[in-house]
């Protein structure tokens, strides 16, 4: 094992999830099992999307140069519910019925000297809805958790953004990530964006089109969520700090009310 390099941080931009699409009535009658609804693909994949595969996520860079097997454990209700693949792309697809937490193992290249990574994806077949609030009179957006009936043969996208960190990593494997840069997310989406913002939002908009599309530009939105958070968890400290002096200041009063009584 090669000697590792002290100091380095380096990381590789990934997303991990589903896409799903309800199967068609010629399909239901092909030989897949009848209660079967949905034909679903979870995978790992590069962040940056191929860009004129509109109706894809993800998958510009074959990962293969640093994940040596992703295993995906599905429900037990499949036959073979471990399935190991070890070359890209890392994907399982399927029929089913039903949504269900997949278990995702990563295992290394060994130069790696990395232990597997593990976590789980939740499968999903049915779209996150946002209801319409113009056609909702007086709806209040924070009290809105209702799920409304779906029209079919929607795809729904279940895609998470994260980054994998290799902190000291071996010189061996320093090597072969510098030598696969991953290709840079675009600035701001080059595709299509649906007409309901509340769908990019969400990261789960409905019809191929629009298709999540991973950018640098998500990303800074999420650097300012989280600074405007820290900001917010200051000003909250600082006015609990004030309170806080303020009703000690009134207990030193009372207390002398009190002892002058
Ligand atoms: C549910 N708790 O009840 C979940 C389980 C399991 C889904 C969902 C199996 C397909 C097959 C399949 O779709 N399982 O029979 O091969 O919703």
Not at 3 to 13: A, S
Not at 153 to 181: G, R, S
Not at 183 to 190: C, E, G, Q
């Amino acid at each position: 094992m090669s000697e590792r390099v002290r100091g380095v941080v380096i990381h590789r931009p990934i997303i991990y999830g589903n896409s799903a699409v309800p199967l068609t009535a010629s399909e239901r009658g092909s030989g897949i099992p009848p209660d079967h609804t949905h034909r679903w693909t979870v995978a790992i994949r590069s962040a940056a999307s191929v860009p004129d595969k509109s109706d894809s996520v993800g998958g510009a860079d074959d990962l293969g140069y640093f994940i040596k097997r992703v295993t995906f454990r599905l429900h037990e209700t499949y036959p073979t519910p471990n399935r190991n693949v070890d070359k890209s792309p890392f994907e399982v697809t399927e029929t089913g019925w039903g949504e269900f937490d997949i278990s995702i193992r990563i295992t290394f290249v060994s130069e790696s000297a990395e232990k597997t990574l593990n976590f789980q994806h939740h499968l999903k077949l049915h779209p996150w809805v946002v209801p319409d609030l113009s056609t909702t009179p007086g709806a209040d957006p924070a009290t809105i958790v209702s799920v409304v009936p779906q029209p079919p043969l929607e795809p729904v996208y279940a895609w998470q953004y994260d980054e994998i960190v290799f902190t000291d990593p071996p010189k061996a494997f320093l090597d072969i990530l510098m030598a696969h840069p991953p290709t840079p997310l675009p600035k701001v989406k080059k595709r299509a964006v649906p007409p309901n913002p509340a769908h990019t939002a969400s990261l789960a908009p409905q019809g191929s089109r629009w298709a999540p599309e991973f950018t640098a530009l998500l990303e800074r939105d999420e650097g300012e969520r989280l600074d405007a958070a820290k900001r917010s968890i200051v000003e909250e400290t600082d006015k609990q700090r004030a309170l806080l002096i303020e009703k000690e200041q009134e207990l030193e009063r009372l207390k002398k009310e009190l002892e002058s009584q």
